[in-house]
């Protein structure tokens, strides 16, 4: 079979609206929340000046792509009407257009509407959605238009209801079999660059989390590249007894473990420790950059 016509076939360059991207090297995503609920930074980027010096922050210390979300999926989050998450996109987008950078710009959304709006009238480069295109149907269409990268994470259940009591027979089959569903519909729509997010703690206990750090290299099957939200999240509170604002050291850890077994993105509110991890991580595989 050409490789235009599977989904098994090895692409780590990514348009980005012009920018190209290249997974084969690990990349870093710094988290931008606007949001006064998110379960780490809710409420601290709320004023422009919050959003335009977190945003210098980033940057500053490397980020490759920055993730704006105005909607926060922590268990139990809040819901919030469309105009409302659209009102705060553009809220941040007002502050950073004036900022140069060369960073790649997502927007972490699950509604169609919200990511053509961020990507056609705001100019981001890249969608983000926690839903992988199920909270809102016409996602799929609406990403294979505008033409750019699109993030597709697993999660069981939703937002609100994603931790009560998960329960998989075979965890990573499911989650295999999950993405590989969800690929061949995007392909449907002319989606052609996609990368994977197995949603650590969406919809799973922290034997669930470690069983996919473990396994993450299972995911290669699939030839995308995989990217790892494990920053400063409750499984590492869980397992070390501290709070989220304690939890910097931990999550290098798992970053180092997360680049050991194949992420080639790493999604983190700390890029300047994540770009530490990265390049140590390099170095030690003979990586010269």
Do not use: W
């Amino acid at each position: 079979m050409a490789s235009k016509d599977t989904f098994f076939s090895r692409k780590l360059t990514m348009n980005c609206r012009g920018i190209l991207l290249d997974l084969s090297l690990p990349k870093v995503m710094g988290i931008l929340n606007h949001t006064p609920d998110s379960f780490y930074d809710g409420g601290k980027y709320m004023t422009e000046t919050g959003i335009r010096e977190h945003f210098e922050k980033l940057i500053a210390e490397g980020a490759d792509i920055i993730d704006v979300g105005c909607y926060s999926s922590r268990p139990g989050a809040m819901e919030i009407s469309a105009e409302v998450e659209k009102n705060r996109l553009s809220e941040v987008f007002r502050v950073i257009e004036k900022i140069p950078h060369h960073a790649v710009i997502s927007v972490d959304t699950f509604r169609s509407e919200i990511a053509a709006f961020a990507v056609q009238e705001c100019g981001a480069g890249m969608i983000n959605d926690i839903s992988a295109g199920l909270f809102d149907k016409k996602m799929p269409e609406v990403a294979g238009k505008l033409k750019v990268p699109y993030i597709i994470m697993h999660m069981k259940g939703t937002p609100q209801t994603m931790q009560d009591h998960p329960v998989y027979d075979d965890l990573m089959k499911e989650i295999v079999s999950f993405f590989a569903e969800r690929i061949v519909t995007l392909r449907e729509f002319d989606v052609t660059d996609v990368i994977i997010d197995p949603g650590f703690g969406f919809g799973k206990t922290d034997e669930h989390n470690f069983t996919l750090l473990r396994n993450l290299e299972v995911f290669g099957i699939l030839e995308l590249p995989l990217m790892v939200g494990v920053s400063r999240k409750s499984m590492i509170c869980r397992t070390i007894d501290c709070t989220p604002d304690k939890a910097l050291n931990g999550t290098t850890v798992l970053h180092t473990m997360a680049l050991m077994n194949g992420a080639n993105l790493l999604r983190v509110h700390d890029v300047k420790e994540a770009r530490e991890a990265v390049k140590l991580y390099e170095a030690y595989q003979g990586i010269k950059a």
